[in-house]
C-alpha cells in the first residue's frame, strides 16, 4: 500500500498486474489506486504519440512539459534559465506540492528525462517489468504519487531538479469554486510565508477573472473573421460569374 495523506491510500495491491480494469465496487479500496494508474497510462500514451510524431518527422522535441488543465500559473515558466541546465536524464519540477516525493502535477525535462517520468505505469503493471517486481517492489511507507515518482526516478538513475523551477508557481482551479473561497485547494499556500512566487495573489485573481472574457473576445474575433472571410470569398465567386458572362458576347 502507498499511503495518501488524510490517512488513505493508492493500495495497488490486488490490481491485475497487467490489464486495467474498473474495480466492480466503486467505494473499493483499490478504487483510488485504479484511477491513479489511469491517469499514469494516459500520461504514458501521450508520451509515446510524442516518439512517434519524432519517428515519423524525423525529429525530437527539445522540452517535453507535462501541465495540468486546471490551473492557473502565477509565474512564467524560466524557459532561458532552464535551457541553461546540462544533461538529459533529469527533470525539472516545483518543489511545492512535493510531499516529500516529487511533484505529479507539473513537470518539464528533455525528452529522455521526461520519457523516464511518463513510464511509471510500465513500471508498475507492464509485463517487461516483471523481472523489477513491477507493483510489488514499491517500498512500504511512501506517500501518494509523489512518493512513487521520486522512487521510480531513483530507480531509473533520473536526477529530479526542484531549483531551476522554484519560484514558478501554479493553482488549482475547481468548476463553479471561486479561487478566493475557503474551500479552494490552494487558498492557504497562496497566503503562506512559504510560498515562493514573484507574483501577487490579486494580480492572479484579477487575470483569472479576465481570463473567460478574453477567451470570448477571441472567440468573437475569430468569428468575425470567418464571416468576413466567407463573405469576401462569395463576393469574388459573384465578381467571377459577372466577368464571365460579359466576356462571351
Given amino acids: 500500500p ?12 490486488g490490481l491485475p498486474p497487467h490489464h486495467l480494469q474498473q474495480p466492480q465496487d466503486a467505494g473499493a479500496r483499490n478504487s483510488a489506486a485504479y484511477d491513479m494508474l489511469r491517469a499514469l497510462r494516459a500520461r504514458q500514451a501521450a508520451d509515446a504519440m510524442r516518439r512517434a510524431r519524432e519517428k515519423k518527422d524525423g525529429m525530437e522535441f527539445a522540452w517535453v ?3 495540468r488543465p486546471d490551473v492557473v500559473f502565477a509565474d512564467d515558466i524560466p524557459v532561458q534559465r532552464m535551457c541553461a541546465v546540462p544533461g538529459g536524464r533529469r527533470v525539472h519540477v516545483p518543489w511545492f506540492h512535493s510531499r ?4 505529479a502535477r507539473f513537470m518539464m525535462a528533455p525528452p529522455e528525462g521526461a520519457a523516464e517520468y511518463l513510464s511509471m505505469y510500465d513500471a508498475l503493471c ?3 517489468h516483471a ?28 536526477s529530479v531538479d526542484p531549483w531551476t523551477l522554484f519560484h514558478f508557481v501554479f493553482y488549482r482551479v475547481r468548476p463553479g469554486l471561486d479561487i478566493q473561497h475557503e474551500d479552494s485547494p490552494d487558498l492557504q499556500f497562496s497566503q503562506s510565508a512559504f510560498n515562493p512566487t514573484t507574483s501577487r495573489w490579486a494580480d492572479v485573481v484579477e487575470d483569472l477573472d479576465e481570463c473567460p472574457a478574453t477567451l470570448e473576445e477571441e472567440a468573437a474575433a475569430k468569428m468575425l473573421l470567418q464571416t468576413e472571410l466567407a ?19
Fill in 2 to 13: 502507498v499511503g495518501r495523506r488524510g490517512g488513505g491510500g493508492h493500495n495497488l495491491q
Fill in 65 to 67: 512539459v507535462l501541465a
Fill in 100 to 103: 516529500g516525493g516529487a511533484n
Fill in 126 to 128: 507492464n509485463k517487461a
Fill in 131 to 158: 523481472d523489477k517486481g513491477g507493483a510489488a517492489s514499491v517500498p512500504r511507507g511512501l506517500h501518494g504519487e509523489e512518493g512513487l515518482y521520486a522512487w521510480h526516478l531513483r530507480r531509473r538513475h533520473v
Fill in 231 to 249: 463573405s469576401a470569398a462569395e463576393n469574388g465567386a459573384a465578381a467571377r460569374g459577372n466577368g464571365g458572362g460579359g466576356g462571351g458576347g
